[in-house]
C-alpha cells in the first residue's frame, strides 16, 4: 500500500494523539510520564543520531583544503525525516548542524547561522512537498520532477542564501567569491536532496509498506556488486565514459523500481564524488570549478534517469494491477449477469407462460359466457403476458450478444443483407416494399451477426414505410469518411422519418419516440444494431426527417474485438 504525505496542517504518525482523561493512581501517574516522554524523544534522537554522521560525511566529500563539497548528503537525509516523521521535530535538525559545523572547527556564531540556514532550507522543502501532494514513495513521475523541482532546486536557495551571506560578514568569503559559494552551497545540497533524500525515501517505502521488489535476493546483490564495481572502475581510470553506468540504472529502475534506483543512484554518485575529489576518474582534470561543475550535472541526469524511468515503470505495473482488478471485477459481474440471465429464462418465462395459457385457455373454453367487460380485461392480460415475453427475449437476445464470441471473416455485406431480407419475407407485406440491394465492398466482420444488424435495419425499414403507397428501401454503401477508415454502409427508407433531435435515443434500450408509439415493436432491434457495431469496433449513426424518411449508417472496425 502506497504511503500518502498528509496535509500541512494534519498530525504526522508520530504526532500524540489526546487522550480520555482518567484518574489513575499517583504511582501509576507518575511511572507513566517518563515512558512517555522516552516515546517523544524517539523521533528527535534518530534524527540527531543520523544527520551528525551524514554531516560529517558530506566532509569527507569537500575538495582538500577548501570548505566545498560537490554534494551535501545530510540535506537529502533532513528533508525526508521530516517528511516521514514531521516538520515538529526541526529543533533536533538544527542542533545536529550547530553540533556538525561547530566539531568542525567554524566559530559558534558562524555555526549557529548556518544552522539556522540549513534548518530553513530543510522546512522550506517539506512544506512545499507537503502543500504539492508528493507521495513519498516518487512511484509517479509528477512526484519525482516536483521532489526535484521544489526540493532540489526551490529549498536549497534559503540555506545558500543565509550560509554564503554569513561567511561574507565572518569575513571567510570575499566579496567576488560570493556567486561561486552561493552557486557551490546551492549545487550540493540540491543534489544531497536529489540523491540522498530520494535514496531515505524509497528505503523508508519499502520498510513500511512492506513490499519487496519483485526479483529475487541474488539479483540484487549482483546488481549492487557489478554498480560498485563499474562505478569503481569508471572513476579510477580517466578513459572509460561514466555512460557506461546507464544501463545499470535501466536495470534497477525496471527491475527493482524505485529502491533499485535510489540505491544505484547513491552507490554511483558515492563513488564518484569521492574518487573526483580525491584526484581520481574522468572528472578529475583540471582545477575545482572546472573538476565540479560535470561531476554534478553528471549525479543529477544520472539520479534523474534512474527515478523518472522507476516511476514510469511503477506507474504502468499499479495501472496494470487496476486494469486487472477491474478485469476480474467484470467477470464477476458478467456471472452475475448470466445468473440472472438463467433466473429470467426458466423462473420468470415458466410462470409467464402459464398465464398466457391459461388467459388463452379461458378465452377459448369460456368465451361466450364472458361479459364484454371480462373478455376485454382477458385480452388485456394475454397480450400484456405476450408483451412481457417479448421483452424478456430481447433481454435474452442482448445478454447472449454480449457472451457471444465473434468470428470475423470477409464478408460479402450485400450476400449478407439479402439473406436477411429473405428471412423477414418481404413478399408476404400487403405491400411489399421496393428492396434494391446495391454492391458494396467487403469487410471483416462476423457473418451472422452482420446479417443480424441488416435483419433489424431491414425489419425496421419496413415497419416505418406500411403507410406509403409506394415504400422504398436502399441498401448500399458510400467512400470512407478519413483516411485509414472503411466504408460506410447504409439502410435507406421513405418511411415516417424522425426529429433528428432524438437521434441517439433510438439505440437506446426499449427506447420508443412518442409519435411511433402506436407501431409495433419493442425497441430492442436498434439497441442490438448498436450492441453489434459496437463490438467490431465502428459506429453507428441515424439521419432523418418527420415524413422525409431515415438513413442508418454503420461502419466496421479493422479486425479486433472489444469487450
Same mark, same amino acid.
Given at each position: 500500500?502506497? *504511503? ?11 504526532? *500524540? ?14 511511572? %507513566? ?11 528527535? &534522537?534518530?534524527? #540527531? ?8 560525511? +558530506? ?20 528533508? =525526508? ?18 553540533? #556538525? ?15 539556522? +540556514? ?34 532540489? &532546486? ?11 551571506? %554569513? ?45 519487496? $521488489? ?46 533499485? =534506483? ?14 573526483? @575529489? ?29 527515478? @523518472? ?5 511503477? %506507474? ?54 364472458? %361479459?364484454?367487460? +371480462? ?20 433481454? &435474452? ?21 439479402? #439473406?436477411?431480407? /429473405? ?26 451477426? &452482420? ?24 441498401? /448500399?454503401?458510400?467512400?470512407?469518411? +478519413? ?39 419493442? /425497441? ?38 472489444? $469487450?
Amino acid at each position: 500500500m502506497q *504511503a500518502r504525505l498528509a496535509p500541512p496542517d494534519t498530525p504526522t504518525q508520530d504526532a *500524540a494523539v489526546p487522550r480520555a482523561i482518567t484518574l489513575p493512581s499517583p504511582v501509576g501517574r507518575v511511572r %507513566s510520564r517518563p515512558g512517555h516522554r522516552l516515546r517523544e524523544l524517539r523521533a528527535p &534522537l534518530l534524527i #540527531a543520531c543520523t544527520y551528525y554522521p551524514a554531516a560529517r560525511l +558530506g566532509m569527507l566529500f569537500q575538495f582538500p583544503h577548501t570548505e566545498v563539497a560537490p554534494v551535501w548528503p545530510a540535506s537529502g537525509l533532513a528533508v =525526508a525525516s521530516l517528511l516521514v516523521l514531521g516538520r515538529r521535530h526541526w529543533p533536533a535538525l538544527a542542533i545536529a548542524a550547530f553540533l #556538525a559545523d561547530l566539531t568542525n572547527g567554524t566559530e559558534p556564531a558562524l555555526s549557529a547561522a548556518m544552522a539556522a +540556514g540549513s534548518t530553513g532550507e530543510y522546512l522550506v522543502a517539506a512544506t512545499l512537498l507537503r502543500r504539492a501532494d508528493v507521495r513519498p514513495d516518487l512511484a509517479r513521475i509528477r512526484d519525482v520532477i516536483v521532489f526535484t523541482g521544489l526540493g532540489g &532546486l526551490v529549498a536549497p536557495t534559503v540555506a545558500a542564501s543565509v550560509g554564503t551571506y %554569513s561567511l561574507w560578514l565572518s569575513d571567510v568569503a570575499m566579496t567576488k567569491d560570493f556567486p561561486t559559494v552561493w552557486a557551490s552551497w546551492w549545487l550540493a545540497d540540491g543534489i544531497g536532496v536529489l540523491v540522498f533524500g530520494a535514496g531515505c525515501l524509497a528505503i523508508w517505502s519499502a520498510w513500511s509498506s512492506g513490499r519487496r $521488489p519483485a526479483p529475487g535476493r541474488i539479483e540484487g546483490i549482483g546488481l549492487a556488486i557489478l554498480t560498485v564495481a563499474t562505478a569503481g572502475l569508471v572513476f579510477l581510470s580517466p578513459t572509460v565514459s561514466p555512460s557506461v553506468l546507464f544501463p545499470l540504472a535501466i536495470w534497477a529502475g525496471v527491475r527493482f523500481e524505485q529502491l533499485g =534506483a535510489a540505491g544505484v543512484t547513491l552507490a554511483v554518485a558515492s563513488v564518484a564524488t569521492y574518487a573526483t @575529489v580525491h584526484g581520481s576518474g574522468r572528472f578529475s582534470i583540471g582545477t575545482m570549478s572546472p573538476r565540479l561543475l560535470p561531476l554534478q550535472l553528471y549525479t543529477v541526469s544520472y539520479s534523474l534517469t534512474a527515478l @523518472v524511468l522507476a516511476a514510469a515503470i511503477t %506507474s504502468r505495473r499499479s495501472s496494470d494491477q487496476r486494469l486487472r482488478a477491474r478485469t476480474l471485477e467484470l467477470e464477476a459481474k458478467n456471472q452475475e449477469l448470466e445468473a440472472f440471465t438463467y433466473t429470467v429464462s426458466h423462473d420468470l418465462r415458466a410462470p409467464l407462460r402459464a398465464i398466457h395459457a391459461f388467459s388463452t385457455l379461458v378465452t377459448e373454453e369460456e368465451g361466450t359466457r364472458l %361479459s364484454v367487460a +371480462g373478455a376485454r380485461r382477458l385480452g388485456t392480460v394475454t397480450r400484456n403476458a405476450e408483451h412481457m415475453s417479448r421483452l424478456i427475449d430481447s433481454l &435474452l437476445g442482448l445478454s447472449h450478444l454480449g457472451r457471444q464470441r465473434l468470428v470475423r471473416q470477409t464478408v460479402d455485406p450485400a450476400r449478407a443483407a439479402r #439473406a436477411a431480407a /429473405g428471412r423477414l419475407h418481404l413478399d408476404l407485406e400487403v405491400r411489399p416494399p421496393e428492396l434494391a440491394i446495391a454492391a458494396m465492398p467487403q469487410c471483416s466482420a462476423d457473418p451472422v451477426l &452482420l446479417e443480424q444488424v441488416y435483419e433489424n435495419l431491414i425489419g425496421n425499414a419496413v415497419k416505418f414505410t406500411r403507410d406509403r403507397e409506394v415504400a422504398r428501401i436502399e441498401v /448500399g454503401s458510400t467512400a470512407p469518411r +478519413g483516411d485509414g477508415e472503411g466504408p460506410v454502409y447504409h439502410v435507406r427508407d421513405n418511411g415516417a422519418g424522425f426529429d433528428p433531435r432524438y437521434a441517439q435515443r433510438l439505440f437506446a434500450l426499449f427506447e420508443r419516440l412518442p409519435q411511433h408509439a402506436d407501431l409495433p415493436g419493442i /425497441g430492442a432491434g436498434l439497441a442490438i444494431v448498436a450492441r453489434i457495431v459496437d463490438r467490431h469496433g465502428g459506429t453507428v449513426w441515424a439521419e432523418g426527417c418527420p415524413g422525409e424518411g431515415a438513413m442508418f449508417r454503420f461502419t466496421v472496425g479493422p479486425p479486433g474485438e472489444r $469487450p
